[in-house]
């Protein structure tokens, strides 16, 4: 591949009106917040175009982090108790913007404001919330404790200890054995001087289980303090600009008053009381009020989606590569059929998780605004956050490697950055919760709600009634609610793909019959003389496979309704566009199950790749527009191939 000319240019120039039309659209409650830092974009640290040294790059965050504390953002997702505002829709917003930039410093400010603020404002108590000032400019650098070496998603068996001792009135929190180790820790290995750190809570000598506990692990001079050992996980395959460290605790001391006590806490006589009896309930709800990191990790991986896809389809728009017969002008890479089908249905996906986090980042604010606990409400947030955050880190990981890929040798370049976002994003699969796991807690907590809801009525028979209610709602909610009985009663395969109501059908039946096969396997887990596990891990596939289609029909569903509050006609119409190629692509990727399961004609399915392909057609016009539509500031994007010098 030769160096790209930089005197071409796109015969199909982006539209700066319907551009922004589309950001309109697409702003979401807490669009406010994204056009604030689209305009701070010029005054923002410049992400590093050149690959620095794992102490440079961390000089470079720390840095960058006193410029987000200046914007105002991190008290947005502060009770006003604490010294913030309580709009904590608007602080996920935020960090979501500052994706687009550098995700080791959109990950440091997550770990310090998101997780270790997030956990001192939602476990803590009132005499905690003198620490709010301190953790919202960034003067009390925290970081957040919990991973092990010896346990990572099994939150409820970490080993690590924190003992009361009467005598003193004093947690003792101890490392018994190196698998307590904490592991993997951002903020750890240099700047934090506090941790949240998850201990197994023991008072009189009996567990009350996991607990969170404030620990000081460096003085005010940056030195450890006695009985912590600090770690530094040294290089990483990206992130370079995180301090991730380790720490472990030789009979650390402190105040009883620093255990997070809002919902298990030691008294002034030395006695636990919690408000929920329950243990197992304790601590998943514990667990649950810090489901704000995940929705960011989601937000985070989105927008590095989206990064990597406007750099990429602008690349495609000026790279030309062969001529075409008959003609002596070089074809540009995106006029190929092969490098449409790389990158607009990916633009169109990118879209429809726009609208996805949308809601999901509404749910939370919600939820977490509400005076008293919603428990029904907590646990649909936290299964639609386990879910978004799974299939948007997948589409993230899979997306920058195509983009990767789709600009050739240039795409391998620092200065280019796709190699960059590729290995930053690397790692978000696998935290803030593995995505097998969370696609196996997505399942399970969809078949939990079913026997919720309908009780003794026979597995099977609640599955379908289940399905058929969910199908409904998708209905209801968008504008082909006139169409309902249809949607009961006709399921034709006469319907053309870009129907919605035959969208909406299809993404239904695939989850309906999945759940309702998933239902009947597990039902023989507790007969008697039945081996539960054996059974529950012969399914574990299916339940991953369900998950998803259930995360799939959601995005669906998000992307129809927000369609309905795009007030520009010509975005709208995009929109709708983009959707069908979000939709088809979707349904295409699984034409082997619709097939299998006589969903599917052969011709139908010929006709599905044919209708997708006519759609990637129909939008190549449009995609330098499109991507601009997703309002990322320029002073973020700049690459060397793009003619912006690299710094």
């Known amino acids: 591949m030769t160096e790209p000319d930089a005197a071409v240019t796109s015969d199909h120039p982006a539209d700066p009106r319907l551009a922004q039309a589309l950001i309109d659209a697409t702003a979401g409650r807490f669009g406010n917040t994204r056009s604030k830092l689209r305009a701070l974009g010029d005054e923002a640290p410049r992400p590093p175009r050149t690959a620095l040294g794992v102490e440079a790059y961390r000089d470079w965050t720390d840095e960058a982090m006193q410029w987000v504390a200046g914007t105002g953002v991190p008290a947005l997702g502060f009770p006003p108790e604490m010294g913030g505002t309580g709009d904590y829709g608007a602080a996920v917003t935020g960090f979501e913007m500052l994706g687009h930039g550098d995700l080791s410093l959109t990950v440091k400010a997550g770990v310090h404001w998101g997780l270790f603020g997030g956990a001192v404002a939602n476990l803590g108590t009132e005499r905690h919330h003198h620490l709010g000032r301190a953790i919202i400019d960034g003067s009390l650098p925290g970081c957040f404790a919990m991973t092990e070496t010896g346990h990572g998603s099994d939150v409820q068996s970490l080993l690590t200890t924190a003992t009361y001792d009467p005598a003193t009135d004093e947690l003792v929190v101890h490392s018994p054995s190196p698998a307590a180790r904490k592991d993997y820790i951002g903020g750890a290995a240099r700047s934090a001087r506090m941790a949240a750190v998850f201990a197994q809570l023991v008072v009189d000598g009996e567990s009350e289980g996991v607990h969170c506990v404030l620990v000081p692990i460096r003085d005010e001079n940056g030195e450890p303090m006695p009985g912590v050992t600090i770690g530094d996980c040294g290089a990483k395959g990206g992130l370079t600009g995180v301090d991730n460290g380790r720490l472990m605790f030789d009979e650390v001391r402190v105040p009883r008053t620093n255990l997070l006590g809002r919902y298990g806490d030691i008294d002034d006589q030395g006695r636990y009381h919690s408000p929920i009896e329950s243990r197992g309930r304790r601590f998943f709800t514990m667990l649950g009020t810090l489901v704000r990191g995940r929705i960011s990790v989601a937000g985070g991986a989105n927008a590095a989606s989206r990064s990597a896809l406007e750099i990429a389809t602008k690349y495609a728009e000026q790279r030309t590569q062969f001529t075409a017969p008959g003609t002596d002008t070089e074809v540009a890479l995106l006029d190929y059929r092969t490098h449409q089908r790389k990158l607009l249905p990916r633009i169109a996906t990118a879209y429809a998780l726009i609208f996805a986090q949308n809601d999901l980042v509404s749910m939370m604010h919600d939820v977490q605004s509400a005076t008293g606990l919603d428990e029904a409400a907590q646990r649909e947030l936290e299964t639609m956050a386990a879910g978004i955050k799974a299939y948007a880190t997948d589409f993230a990981t899979e997306t920058i490697q195509v983009c990767r890929e789709a ?50 009525m026979d597995t099977i028979e609640m599955v379908r009634f289940g399905s058929r209610t969910v199908a409904d709602q998708v209905v209801e909610r968008t504008s082909v609610r006139g169409l309902v009985q249809r949607f009961r009663d006709v399921w034709s395969d006469a319907l053309p793909f870009t129907d919605r109501l035959e969208q909406v059908r299809l993404f239904t039946d695939r989850e309906t019959h999945m759940l309702e096969g998933l239902a009947r396997r597990l039902r023989r887990a507790g007969d008697p003389g039945e081996d539960a596990f054996a059974i529950a891990n012969s399914a574990q596939d299916h339940l991953v496979a369900t998950a998803v289609a259930h995360v799939e029909r959601n995005v669906l569903e998000s992307f129809i309704a927000g369609i309905e509050g795009a007030a520009d006609a010509d975005a709208r119409h995009l929109l709708e566009r983009l959707c069908d190629l979000f939709a088809l692509s979707t349904l295409e990727k699984h034409r082997a ?15 599905l790749t044919a209708t997708v392909n006519q759609l990637c057609a129909e939008l190549r016009p449009q995609a330098r527009t499109l991507v601009e539509g997703f309002g990322i500031p320029n002073r973020w994007l700049a690459t060397e191939m793009m003619g912006a010098e690299a710094v």
């Open 593 to 607: 199950w619709y097939l299998e399961h006589d969903r599917l004609t052969p011709d139908r399915s010929k006709a």
């Open 407 to 456: 600009c050739g040798g240039a795409g391998y370049l620092t200065a280019n950055r796709l190699v960059v976002l590729r290995a930053d994003t690397d790692v978000f699969t696998t935290f803030e919760g593995d995505n097998t796991v969370l696609l196996q807690l997505v399942a399970k907590s969809l078949l939990t709600n079913f026997q919720r809801s309908f009780g003794a």
